[in-house]
């Protein structure tokens, strides 16, 4: 299992992460993303189902044609781990 991570260490991740906010309990960070159609929309979460299933660990998230909305959290352990920044990087270079 992934251990939580806390203070100090879940702060510098923060940190290191362009365009994601913590959630109000501290235990999950969002991202909306928005793009020209819902064929690029649906191409970007085709990519990160594929990577999701490699890491298992997946999103929680929300599609409306061309917008996606991220949530990452990691159950297992009620709040963020690594997986979820290895995870929040990866999704964040597709963007870029
Ligand atoms: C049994 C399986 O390994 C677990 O349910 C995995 C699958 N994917 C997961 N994804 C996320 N985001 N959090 C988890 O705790 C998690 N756990």
Do not use: C
């Not at 999701?52 to 998230?61: F, K, Q, S, V």
């Amino acid at each position: 299992m992934s251990k939580k991570l806390t203070g100090d260490v879940l702060t510098q991740n923060l940190a290191a992460l362009e365009g994601w906010h913590l959630n109000a309990d501290g235990s999950a960070i969002s991202h909306s993303f928005r793009f020209a159609d819902f064929n690029a929309a649906f191409g970007f979460m085709s990519r990160i189902a594929l990577m999701a299933e490699r890491l298992d660990h997946h999103p929680d998230w929300h599609n409306v044609y061309n917008t996606v909305n991220i949530t990452l959290s990691t159950h297992d352990v009620g709040g963020l781990s690594d997986k979820d920044m290895v995870l929040a990087r990866f999704i964040s270079s597709l963007a870029a």
